[in-house]
């Protein structure tokens, strides 16, 4: 199988001595689970629908894009672009201990590089501490989410951006 790398990626993906930016941290050892979008999103409907009331979230949905983080996320997700996600893991880790968090649910434009890697970093620290904590990967990532859902249960969307980006990668 082989997947599109788009342009944009390749030169966010090399540091300037034309090494991969991940080269700096150790290379994960885990797998993370895989998690459907039909999930996610039965996940954030699921929580809308608690008799209105805040309630602790029981996921945290986290978008590992940086630059090309435009057209808008999933509904409650937070940026952590993975670029600098390795040295903050920790203090992830201790956040959704504090908060209930079970799973923490990363993506990126595809989830083929970016998502993985930080998910399978992040599983790599929960194995390491012995937490219960789960580290999953969002198939498909923000566009496989768009494909399917559009502007559903999504923070800042921007059709335009969406059917700019969409056209440029080819069904990516």
């Known amino acids: 199988m082989t997947i599109h790398v788009h342009e944009h990626c390749l030169r966010m993906a090399r540091r300037e001595d034309g090494t991969p930016w991940w080269a700096a941290f150790p290379e994960p050892t885990s797998t993370p689970a895989h ?5 996610v999103l039965e996940l954030l409907e699921q929580q809308e629908h608690v008799d209105h009331q805040p309630q602790p979230q029981k996921f945290l949905l986290v978008d590992c ?3 090309d983080c435009t057209g808008g996320t999933v ?6 672009p993975a670029h600098s996600f390795y040295p903050t893991r920790k203090s992830l880790y201790a956040l959704c201990k504090q908060a209930g968090i079970q799973k923490v649910i990363f993506y990126c434009g595809s989830s083929a590089g970016r998502g993985p890697r930080c998910a399978a970093w992040m599983q790599d620290y929960i194995d390491e501490a012995g937490g219960d ?3 999953q990967v969002m198939t498909g990532g923000i566009r496989g989410w768009v494909r399917m ?3 559903r249960m999504m923070d800042g969307y921007d059709e335009k951006t969406w059917k700019q980006l969409l056209s440029e990668t080819g069904r990516t």
Do not use: F
Not at 35 to 39: G, L, R, S, V, Y
């Open 133 to 135: 904590l789960q580290s």
């Open 35 to 39: 998690i459907e979008p039909q999930t």
């Open 149 to 151: 859902y559009g502007d």
């Open 65 to 67: 894009r940086r630059t």
């Open 75 to 80: 509904s409650s997700s937070i940026n952590l």
